[in-house]
């Protein structure tokens, strides 16, 4: 058998199996056809339940919010944000228990910050799970998380508690706090570091422009009829300046977001569209509906059958 012959073969099998499962719908179609009013009945109560479960008041929406951790890494953030996921090991009096245990909030759960171009710009959030630790391109940030949790429409006005109960469970830890303790005195230093090299490489390139082997009086010319002051090798210096600029705002933005060790970028935002969408959960209902009303019709269908059966 070589290579042809076996695509032959499983095109075959691929034919033989999509005409079976077309002669078991027709299948199922008659009976449900011959048995019109149970299968009906099961449907017009699907529907109703479906419309129910989907009601304004009880639709579920997803709430996100990303998180900065200034300090502390995703390991860590991850044991300290454990006890939120159940509830179990928070205290009594802490509000959020409540909710946690009551089921007004569900799922929560975290995900990892994708930076496709390794520029420190977060680019999209892995809810599916799919991005590798090793991946080269698509990198995991080790300082952003995005947190979420499930809420139904009758509990959103609780949102701001649940983030402010979060936050301040996350913020008060000891080894969170030490972990920010020791990133804002390396961060401290880095700003100040940035800060005087910029001072430095602007004293350098105006002493450099105007002065440089060219006593007191800047150098002046006229080339291809414009008038130019300076030299034309002061540009060797932009990039670096750019660059430098580009460094220090980065850095200075981060002390400006470090309040804590974890800061959320946003609040925590609802997604409009809801997990119970009522067209989705309706077709959901029907389908099984139909499937539970072949199923019974088979039964009644083949009663006689099945009772010989169990005789014999």
Same mark, same amino acid.
């Given at each position: 058998?070589?290579?042809?012959?076996?695509?032959?073969?499983?095109?075959?099998?691929?034919?033989?199996?999509?005409?079976?499962?077309?002669? /078991?719908?027709?299948?199922?179609?008659?009976?449900?056809?011959?048995?019109?009013?149970?299968?009906?009945?099961?449907?017009?109560?699907? =529907?109703?339940?479906?419309?129910?479960?989907?009601?304004y008041e009880n639709?579920?929406?997803?709430?996100? =919010?990303? =998180? +900065?951790?200034n300090g502390p890494?995703?390991?860590? /953030?991850?044991?300290?944000?454990?006890?939120?996921?159940?509830?179990?090991?928070?205290?009594?009096?802490?509000?959020?228990?409540?909710?946690?245990?009551?089921?007004?909030?569900?799922?929560?759960?975290?995900?990892?910050?994708?930076?496709?171009?390794?520029?420190?710009?977060? $680019?999209?959030?892995?809810?599916?799970?799919?991005?590798?630790?090793?991946?080269?391109?698509?990198?995991?940030?080790?300082?952003?998380?995005?947190?979420? /949790?499930? +809420?139904?429409?009758?509990?959103?006005?609780?949102?701001?508690?649940?983030?402010?109960?979060?936050?301040?469970?996350?913020?008060?830890?000891?080894?969170?706090?030490?972990?920010?303790?020791?990133?804002?005195?390396?961060?401290?230093?880095?700003?100040? &570091?940035?800060?005087?090299?910029?001072?430095?490489?602007?004293?350098?390139?105006?002493?450099?422009? &105007?002065?440089?082997?060219?006593?007191?009086?800047?150098?002046?010319?006229?080339?291809?009829?414009?008038?130019?002051?300076?030299?034309?090798?002061?540009?060797? /210096?932009?990039? $670096? +300046?750019?660059?430098?600029?580009?460094?220090?705002?980065?850095?200075?933005?981060?002390?400006?977001?470090?309040?804590?060790?974890?800061?959320?970028?946003?609040?925590?935002?609802?997604?409009?569209?809801?997990?119970?969408?009522?067209?989705?959960?309706?077709?959901? &209902?029907?389908?099984?509906?139909?499937?539970?009303?072949?199923? +019974?019709?088979?039964?009644?269908?083949?009663?006689?059958?099945?009772?010989?059966?169990?005789?014999?």
């Open positions: 058998m070589n290579f042809f012959d076996l695509c032959v073969l499983c095109c075959r099998a691929i034919g033989r199996g999509c005409a079976a499962c077309l002669r /078991f719908l027709a299948h199922m179609l008659k009976v449900s056809f011959r048995y019109w009013w149970l299968v009906l009945t099961l449907m017009i109560l699907a =529907a109703a339940a479906a419309l129910y479960y989907t009601r639709q579920k929406f997803c709430v996100n =919010a990303v =998180a +900065i951790l890494s995703i390991s860590q /953030f991850e044991q300290v944000y454990t006890p939120l996921r159940s509830g179990l090991q928070l205290p009594d009096e802490m509000p959020l228990k409540e909710l946690i245990q009551s089921r007004k909030i569900r799922d929560i759960s975290t995900y990892r910050v994708i930076d496709c171009l390794r520029d420190s710009v977060a $680019d999209y959030i892995d809810f599916k799970g799919v991005s590798s630790p090793i991946d080269t391109t698509n990198v995991q940030m080790q300082d952003r998380l995005c947190l979420q /949790f499930r +809420i139904k429409q009758r509990d959103l006005a609780l949102i701001p508690e649940v983030e402010k109960e979060m936050l301040s469970w996350l913020n008060e830890n000891e080894a969170l706090q030490r972990s920010y303790k020791t990133y804002m005195e390396n961060l401290l230093k880095e700003v100040q &570091f940035n800060h005087s090299q910029m001072a430095k490489l602007d004293s350098l390139t105006t002493h450099y422009y &105007f002065h440089a082997h060219h006593g007191d009086q800047p150098r002046t010319g006229i080339a291809n009829g414009v008038v130019w002051v300076g030299d034309w090798s002061v540009h060797l /210096f932009l990039g $670096d +300046i750019y660059r430098h600029q580009c460094r220090t705002e980065r850095w200075d933005q981060r002390l400006q977001l470090a309040t804590a060790p974890v800061v959320l970028e946003n609040h925590f935002a609802v997604d409009a569209r809801p997990l119970n969408s009522r067209v989705k959960y309706l077709c959901l &209902f029907l389908l099984l509906a139909w499937i539970g009303g072949y199923v +019974i019709a088979e039964v009644i269908d083949k009663r006689k059958a099945i009772a010989e059966w169990l005789k014999a």
